[in-house]
């Protein structure tokens, strides 16, 4: 009988056409391959969740790496607007040193059109706070300490743990403001590491340090998922407790783990729209971001949870209202003042940041040749009167210079001068004081 059976099912196979065999036999060679890259999928995905978890599990451990300290600041006499090069002193075993920055130039910088707002509000360098400690005048949920870094002046706020942090001196945005800070990661950043996100909110729970009805929340990496020395950058918007829009970018060249990962950050709000600046590269300009009606009163800045020797560090912050009404102060009244201007620390080079300021008053001179000035250079009262002085004036010189070689202008209609810490528009006693106080005037003449 089992003879028969097996005699039947072979007669029977014989007879299928051969064409519906190999369709079979094809059928299944797809199937199996496609298992086996499934497989490898698979095995990919669970290899890169694998690495995640460890970073979550070290993040929840506490375990860290101590970023670079030293018991005291670069000491350089004026706190003279942010540098990016020069040394902090002696830093203890554990230390974060960030490669040395790529010094861009005014060419990099040709596209920049952000200008710092007109007034300064506030200022924050971290130079009143102790190394190690937490910023008195900021609050936390999670943690950070005041560090500084091989390489680079001043004091620096480290996000060491997951969680937000925010300067409780600002509790009320204006419509229109303008937000830089400077921002620096350690080289070779690992892209499973948290990114860096701000963001900026209105906050009715003090406590609450990663829900609001509104924000504007940005999100920058300084690794994307190519081979290549690029970052990432995000955002998200968040209008009446819910998320509306949100959109990514890769390959940014401007903020990379591998040569640029120190950054100026800029923020510009106008109203509703919102324009965010990495270094040289407007990354996002985005006209409905905020709503009108909200009370946008709070920046908050967040770290997620990262691997052991992956830190963010942010200095430097400046919050500033109002636009420069260059051409019609500098005709009409005959005078204006700008601290948009930004050197080196104890120093007469600019930083080109300030192209876009330099660019409007070399635009209300080349639309009126007749016109004549007198640049004159101001510092705070940090540091020996005599050197303020001098830098004062070779800072007016350095503006007339740039003029020149930048934009075109005629020397013959710049004249320089340098008032030192002698005429200041504000007192020295505050941070934001003291930023008021560093400016260049420029006269009719």
């Not at 209300?364 to 040749?369: C, D, F, K, T």
Request: include cysteine.
């Amino acid at each position: 009988m089992r003879s028969t059976l097996l005699t039947a099912t072979l007669l029977a196979f014989l007879t299928i056409p051969a064409n519906v065999l190999a369709q079979n036999i094809g059928e299944k060679i797809l199937r199996k391959a496609k298992q086996r890259v499934d497989q490898k999928i698979d095995r990919a995905i669970d290899k890169g969740l694998d690495e995640v978890e460890e970073g979550v599990e070290e993040g929840v451990k506490g375990d860290k790496g101590s970023p670079t300290r030293s018991g005291t600041s670069d000491g350089s006499g004026s706190s003279e607007n942010t540098g990016t090069t020069g040394s902090t002193g002696t830093s203890s075993s554990e230390k974060a040193s960030p490669s040395t920055p790529v010094a861009p130039t005014f060419a990099a910088y040709s596209k920049f059109d952000f200008v710092p707002g007109d007034k300064v509000l506030a200022v924050e360098d971290f130079s009143q706070d102790a190394v190690g400690d937490f910023p008195a005048k900021w609050n936390t949920n999670g943690g950070g300490e005041v560090v500084t870094i091989d390489g680079y002046p001043g004091h620096w706020l480290a996000f060491t743990t997951r969680g937000g942090l925010t300067p409780e001196f600002i509790n009320a945005l204006p419509e229109n403001f303008t937000l830089e800070f400077d921002l620096l990661c350690n080289p070779g950043y690992d892209f499973y590491a948290a990114s860096f996100d701000f963001a900026i909110a209105e906050r009715t729970d003090p406590t609450n340090f990663t829900r609001w009805p509104n924000a504007v929340k940005i999100e920058l990496h300084p690794k994307d998922a190519t081979s290549r020395p690029t970052g990432r950058s995000w955002y998200r918007i968040f209008q009446n407790d819910r998320e509306v829009m949100n959109n990514h970018r890769d390959g940014l060249t401007c903020f990379n783990s591998a040569d640029r990962n120190y950054a100026r950050i800029s923020i510009w709000r106008q109203n509703q729209r919102i324009r965010v600046y990495v270094n040289e590269t407007k990354v996002w300009d985005l006209p409905r971001a905020f709503l009108p009606e909200a009370k946008y009163n709070a920046i908050i800045f967040e770290r997620g949870n990262s691997r052991e020797g992956n830190y963010f560090y942010i200095s430097n912050l400046r919050l500033a209202v109002g636009a420069p009404d260059t051409r019609n102060k500098l005709l009409t009244e005959g005078r204006f003042s700008t601290t948009g201007i930004y050197f080196n620390i104890n120093s007469a080079d600019i930083k080109p940041e300030s192209f876009g300021i330099l660019k409007e008053i070399a635009d209300v001179l080349s639309a009126n040749p007749d016109v004549k000035i007198a640049i004159i250079g101001h510092t705070d009262s940090d540091g020996d009167e005599k050197h303020n002085l001098d830098l004062s004036k070779r800072r007016a010189a350095s503006v007339r210079q740039a003029l020149i070689d930048n934009f075109g202008i005629s020397g013959d209609r710049m004249q320089t001068d340098g008032k030192g810490e002698s005429q200041p528009a504000e007192s020295n006693d505050t941070p934001a004081g003291k930023a008021a106080n560093r400016r260049v005037e420029f006269v009719k003449l």
